[in-house]
């Protein structure tokens, strides 16, 4: 389509006599540090392999057609308007060079004077490449639609066999994996069921598909109050999705789901939500990366042990405190906070004052099984259904970044609400998609 | 990522005591017509490649972020909700088989008693196929969100080089074609590169950022009026568009667009806009394709000449009349006015009644430039300016399927004339990039 021969000179980032602080990753952590970095004494260079920030909370109703891809994304460079002495750069960091003081990316080299890793996280697949290659994941928004555009495609195909085998596998949806993703991804498939695929597929039994969520534990939604996951299990079960608990998956080659029991699903949409781990960058291997979950050891400040100028923050940080010995839970609120006080520690540190150690003020957490359902634990109050729904859809618009954003996300919010419906059902693939690979 | 193994027995569509009519294409025309054939004695097929209905006239909107894709986009299973006796199939129709009465698709073959061909149109490249291979079309969403990234990453990618020539290639769009199309677009680029560049690119020169619109024609916008035509060039001379009249394009190699005269661009975003062709199906070629515009003749009943039972619709059926020799124009209106009428004239046909010719009521043709800025040719009616702009937009509203879609629009375009802005400036592709096409 396209053949401008680029020559990559250089970042072209000025030398200011400010000291220049790059971080990688515009997500909640990053980004929250940045709006703190604003009109200070301080160069800023933000680094994101996307042009946008992720709201990675709702990624799953875009997945299952709810919402558009583009109400839950948000312009980085439009975060950073106004901000002077703000750089952000599109590109993917391949290395840290820390005697160096400097990155490696595909664009070019950058130095720093102090360094923020806010990759975040990826899927992990616990090394099992089967599985990789064959199942869905959903941690960013080409993920997503691939899955939505997967998801409706089934479908279409279930219409054309006549092997009744086939169709149930086309209609059958696996998602391992019992967190909050999984969960609210297999309520959302559940209302799909029972509100759009009878009337879209008159022609179809759609009866008989069946959602399936794979739990390795002894109960869902692992980390919320005990409460909180036997209701979520009841909701589900009402919405009609098979729970399977103390299920270990142990491969998946495209057709057939097997597990470490004799149980098996001959399943052509599988998701895999079964865990998540540091999107490390090569570089800090050494002892600054914590053994198994790919994290970076941080202290109380945030900062890499062993290397007093690099920071790491939200899912990729792991501090451990006495709360939490394994690090803090890798989803928004952490990342938000670390960054946040990074902000105020930075300026600290370049103007010689005491940094604030970091002390995570939990919030709870909260997950959505369906229309009118959802479970909030926030401090010593637990509670379920319509009020813990309504609670969850305000926080989510709250912290969802855009005024257009948030209002487009209420308005399709309260349509699919009232309507039982969700639009955005499109296949949508801007490259051509190979049909061959369907072919026997 | 995913190799289920599909066999295609049949398209599955029981065969009823009613005439099949089978529609292929799920445009204005081909919905028109499916709306009009509900609740009838007939069984009717649509088959589209798409799993959604395109409003096309917004297309030039998503590729430069104003709009979200989705909410231009309808899913053609909501459109037949409700409707007895409706069958929906994705799939590609390979070949008409005339004699057989029926046809050969992806997924297997359909008779039919009654065949519509309602495909519309794709660009016209006039058999330059160094053009084809470089240059970016807007026929559908995802090219359009092609093109969207490409303007984008162009702009991150100027920003690295220290090559002031490449720098502004890749600041410098030609949009070749000077229909309602490209002065749309070239509107739309302009009043971004005013309200959007400077803001999110504070460190580039956006003021070297160049938009040609080149026709090849004495005028743009020809079919409007000449008052419209000169109205819509002094809009876009006044939002620094460059306009080349009487200048025809000979080729684009990906770097250096060339014309008949010795008047060159460089540039990295070439936008094709010079002309449509009728998108044929094989079968149908001997005598019932127009020499040149691969357009379908029909009679006034659009019934393929020699094929009684073939109708053909919209932009690929050339009906000439006194008023248009050569068809009617490739744009929405015929299209679905002739949708409407063959639905009744199907009925009559198979109740054996007379059908009613098409009389085409042209409602006129209107362009928007920009903020305040349009034209509109109604009837008699000629005006240009705030109220045109506002006509425009209610009648692109109108005619948006979905309540859902207007309603969103209708806040995305409140929220960028209040705010000056268009937040949907992602870079989104679904199947990962390859990069080293960038690399020397």
């Known amino acids: 389509m396209f053949n401008f021969a ?31 970095l604003s009109k200070k004494e301080v160069q800023v260079v933000l680094i994101d392999k996307n042009n946008y920030h992720t709201f990675q909370p709702l990624l799953y109703q875009v997945s299952t057609g709810g919402l558009e891809p583009d109400s839950i994304a948000y312009p980085l460079r439009k975060v950073l308007i106004g901000y002077d002495n703000f750089y952000f750069r599109l590109a993917e960091v391949e290395n840290i ?50 899955l939505r555009s997967l998801i409706l495609e089934n479908f279409e195909q279930a219409l054309l066999t ?15 994996g019992g967190g909050p993703t999984g969960v609210e991804l297999a309520g959302a498939l559940a209302e799909i069921k029972k509100g759009i695929l009878p009337k879209d597929y008159p022609d179809l039994d759609t009866r008989r598909a069946q959602i399936n969520i794979v739990q390795g534990g002894d109960c869902l939604l692992p980390g919320f ?23 270990r998956v142990t491969g998946y080659n495209g057709k057939t789901v097997t597990t470490k029991t004799d149980l098996k699903f001959d399943s052509a949409a599988v998701v895999w939500a079964a865990g998540v781990k540091g999107a490390i960058i090569p570089g800090l291997e050494g002892e600054g990366v914590a053994a198994g ?19 790491a923050i939200g899912d990729i940080a792991c501090m451990a405190t006495v709360d939490n010995p394994r690090g803090h839970p890798m989803v ?6 670390q960054g946040k006080l990074l902000g105020e520690n930075l300026i600290k540190l370049v103007e010689h004052k005491a940094m604030k150690p970091f002390i995570y003020n939990d919030k709870g957490s909260m997950a959505t099984i369906g229309r009118n359902k959802a479970v909030c634990d926030i401090n010593k109050f ?4 319509v009020f813990a729904w309504f609670v969850w859809m305000f926080v989510h618009l709250f912290f969802l970044i855009g005024f257009r954003n948030r209002m487009v996300v209420f308005i399709n919010w309260v ?11 499109l296949i949508i693939r801007p490259f051509k998609r190979d049909y061959s690979q369907f072919k026997d």
Do not use: C
């Open 6 to 36: 680029f020559k990559y000179y250089t970042m072209n980032i000025p030398l200011s006599s400010y000291p220049r602080i790059v971080i990688i990753g515009g997500g909640f952590g990053g980004v929250s540090l940045a709006k703190k």
């Open 97 to 146: 060079d820390t005697a160096g003081k400097k990155l490696n990316t595909n664009i070019g080299d950058i130095t720093y004077d102090y360094l923020v890793v806010a990759t975040g996280s990826e899927t992990n697949f616990f090394g099992n490449e089967e599985i990789e290659k064959n199942a869905m994941s959903m941690k960013s928004i080409p993920q997503s639609l691939n």
């Open 162 to 176: 006549d092997d009744y085998h086939e169709r149930d596998a086309l209609m059958n949806f696996v998602i391992v």
């Open 225 to 247: 109050s005990a409460q909180a996951s036997k209701k979520a299990e009841d909701f589900l079960e009402k919405l009609g999705v098979q729970v399977w608990k103390g299920v």
């Open 293 to 311: 979950g790919n994290r970076i050891n941080v202290n109380e400040f945030n900062q890499v042990i062993g290397h007093p100028e690099i920071f």
């Open 332 to 337: 928004a609120q952490p990342a938000i906070q």
């Open 382 to 385: 637990r509670f379920q259904g």
């Open 415 to 425: 349509y699919n609400y009232i309507r039982f419906d969700r639009e955005a059902r």
